[in-house]
């Protein structure tokens, strides 16, 4: 086996050499000759057997080379890559010692160690001779869905942007299609013991198997197979709203039957196992694959603007630790080059999303003429509003526009998963009876609040936590409007549900579609006003060529969606502000170019992660809040008082952090409730103060006034005083919000 620079054209002569125990054949030959026939036939089988073994620890050691990322992520084998001069293994240079020598030998051990030699020569590939110097990684990490884009020089790309999808799971030799860059957000653990003992063996580029671990389509497969309510314990399909509970503990049982314990988000340890930095890391192999001769160093993510900035720094860590991991170890050695390492905050995902859109539609704004723009991107689990200008940069050698973000928001409960569990909870509550007799029960939805009689089917465990998967699996297509007229007249579905004892059985329901068409109708009609109540507060005085209305997000293609939008952006107001309306639809091509897939609403939003990056050339993205600053999010509610039965707020999402203001006034031993919610809707002027949650204060000292003030996103600081200024601290009361 040989060592290749590819840097060069110089093969250097230097053997791989695979060393173990001499075996010494001089005394074979010499019991030839003395005549000891007999013995020197005993002799001669040891040789073989010898010879033999030698053989197998030889293909043995060339298998492992040839199926080392086969084993790993699914990769193809490489045999054609490591006997190839003009290809080469990455792993084989990194195994080399500083003979340039394959060394597995004990350097305990004091015999004398014999050189073996490969079949056919092998070849050394050096990985820094493969980063993409231009190569820049956009990451849209999805609740249900996860998309991932490359750009490089060398890219035709899609509509010559030079950016391609890249799958994180599934074959790649297949037809392309939309759905294989779609990538599942899920996780499914085999053996998680004997995953993560390979996984800290090594620095970079680990022994690791898929079969302990698979994610995204494999992942997915396993779990829309599973019949046993105990089962669905081995899978993860809320890593992101795990994250941004923060303090949610999870457990895991793989497929061995052992139990695992993973702490809140926030609060993992450095050592404690991370889901989502596993789910990087195979991000990582798919992205820095040897089968591509690819290695990139530059990553920016996306997140909805409502995730607080605790959570973003943590989730760009864990994906910085599962990427390095992917890398190989030559390359984590190198300290020049992993300063070029980097995972960093890109554009918020409706702003990417603008971007993508304002190109596809090929709108430039000229120095006179500013754009307006605005997005509801309606994705799985959040629904983020972005509201913003498009204008010419004057001046600059660095930029030719610029998108400036004048306000964002969103609704953190309004997403597609979250919908189909409201739904699929309804279709259990039409079967209420029938279910609850056969001892069926079904977890609460995200942000639903508990009534009279759910403490009769309501639960938290696996059981439960199955039969609402298998309901939102069943809805789905209700969801998705794929269901046909006839389908809907039938009224009755079979699902596979199990009910407490672990037994699963095919159980017929009865739905009533126009009961479900109302729950959705109300639910998005509830974020479609506020999008469009704080548009014209924004908008209100800006003098602009025109503004876009963007509808992002897969759950953007619900007819519930387009309708909506026609009543409340009718023509008087679309004239008032000369808006240009384009649907979720609007951006897909209808035309597939060759192989590769075109822009939809969901991979829109990673495209243009990669076209707002930092000195990208053409546009300057301006955040509404700096990550550079460490700005965090908005405060997550309002809060205030009820006047006759209304929700009057005082403190809006919006109001500045640490900042003192003045309540009320308090006398003594006094006790009031201050009201507050985290609905976007409660800094309208219609919302019921019946829907607030409340916090109670009480004044223990003397009479005065009551002053708030906002720590951060949910936890505000109180104090009861005649001088704000000169209060002392233990008269300071913090209280977080929940």
Not at 219 to 236: C, Q
Not at 382 to 408: A, H, M
Request: glycine share 6%; hydrophobic share 30%; net charge negative.
């Amino acid at each position: 086996a040989w060592y290749k620079d590819n840097n060069s054209d110089e093969i250097y002569g230097k053997r791989l050499e695979f060393t173990n125990n001499q075996v010494y054949k001089g005394s074979v030959f010499r019991l030839y000759l003395e005549g000891n026939i007999d013995i020197f036939h005993e002799e001669i089988q040891k040789e073989l057997q010898i010879i033999n073994n030698r053989r197998v620890d030889i293909e043995k050691l060339e298998n492992y080379y040839i199926e080392k990322d086969k084993k790993r992520f699914r990769s193809e084998e490489y045999s054609d890559v490591i006997y190839d001069i003009n290809k080469g293994s990455w792993d084989i240079f990194d195994d080399l010692n500083e003979n340039y020598e394959l060394d597995f030998s004990d350097d305990s051990d004091e015999k004398e160690l014999e050189e073996k030699y490969f079949n056919q020569i092998i070849y050394a590939r050096n990985p820094k001779y493969d980063i993409v110097e231009s190569g820049v990684i956009g990451i849209d990490f999805g609740t249900k869905s996860t998309v991932v884009v490359s750009y490089r020089d060398d890219n035709e790309g899609i509509e010559g942007s030079k950016t391609l999808p890249i799958r994180i799971s599934g074959n790649n030799s297949v037809i392309e299609k939309t759905e294989n860059y779609e990538n599942a957000t899920v996780m499914y653990f085999y053996n998680l013991e004997r995953f993560l003992r390979d996984y800290e063996e090594k620095n970079g580029r680990p022994d690791t198997s898929y079969d302990d671990i698979q994610v995204a389509l494999e992942a997915e497969n396993k779990l829309s197979g599973i019949t046993s309510g105990e089962a669905i314990n081995s899978f993860m399909t809320d890593l992101k709203q795990w994250a941004s509970s923060k303090d949610k503990k999870k457990k895991i049982i793989d497929s061995n039957g052992k139990i695992y314990t993973i702490n809140g988000y926030l609060e993992l340890e450095e050592d404690d196992f991370d889901p989502i930095e596993i789910y990087a890391y195979y991000i990582g192999c798919r992205i820095n694959d040897m089968l591509y001769n690819s290695i990139f160093l530059d990553y920016y993510l996306s997140f909805p603007v409502t995730y607080e900035l605790s959570v973003k720094n943590k989730i760009l860590d864990s994906f910085r630790k599962g990427i390095m991991k992917s890398l190989p170890n030559s390359i984590l050695e190198d300290e020049e080059i992993m300063k070029q390492f980097r995972v960093s905050f890109g554009a918020s995902e409706p702003a990417s999303y603008a971007i993508t859109a304002l190109k596809k539609f090929c709108i430039e704004p000229s120095e006179d003429n500013e754009i307006g723009y605005s997005v509801f991107d309606f994705g799985g689990g959040t629904t983020d509003f972005s509201y913003g200008i498009y204008r010419e940069k004057e001046n600059s050698r660095k930029y030719d526009y610029e998108i400036q973000e004048l306000e964002s928001g969103g609704d953190k409960y309004l997403g597609g998963e979250n919908l189909l569990s409201l739904i699929a909870f309804d279709v259990f509550q039409q079967n209420r009876e029938k279910l609850v007799t056969g001892g069926y029960n079904i977890t609460l939805p995200l942000n639903k609040k508990k009534e009279v009689g759910y403490e009769v089917f309501v639960s938290e465990g696996s059981f439960a936590e199955y039969n609402m998967k298998s309901l939102m699996e069943k809805m789905r297509r209700y969801w998705e409007e794929r269901l046909t007229d006839e389908e809907k007249e039938v009224q009755n579905i079979t699902v596979n549900l199990v009910n407490k004892n672990d037994e699963s059985k095919g159980v017929e329901l009865s739905v009533d579609y126009e009961r479900l068409d109302s729950i959705l109708h109300n639910r998005i009609n509830e974020g479609v006003i506020s999008f469009t109540e704080k548009f014209k507060t924004i908008f209100k005085d800006k003098k602009l060529k025109e503004i876009y209305v963007f509808l992002a997000g897969n759950s953007s293609k619900s007819e519930f969606v387009e309708e909506l939008f026609a009543q409340e952006i009718d023509e008087e107001m679309k004239n008032r502000y000369k808006i240009v309306m384009k649907n979720a639809k609007s951006i897909e091509d209808a035309k597939i170019q060759g192989d590769v897939i075109g822009l939809n609403s969901k991979t829109g939003v990673a495209f243009g992660l990669v076209e707002l990056r930092e000195g990208n050339g053409e546009v300057e993205y301006i955040s509404a809040k700096s990550f550079k600053n460490n700005e965090e999010v908005n405060f997550k509610y309002c809060m205030g008082y009820s006047k006759k039965g209304r929700f009057i707020s005082v403190i809006k999402f919006a109001t500045e952090y640490n900042k003192w203001i003045e309540y009320t006034e308090m006398d003594k031993n006094e006790r009031i409730e201050i009201l507050y919610s985290d609905n976007i809707r409660s800094e309208g002027k219609e919302f019921a103060a019946i829907e607030c949650s409340r916090l109670p204060v009480v004044n223990k000292g003397e009479k005065g006034t009551l002053y708030i003030r906002l720590k951060n996103p949910n936890t505000i600081e109180y104090a009861i005083c005649e001088n704000i200024k000169k209060v002392s601290k233990d008269k300071i009361e913090t209280e977080v919000l929940k």
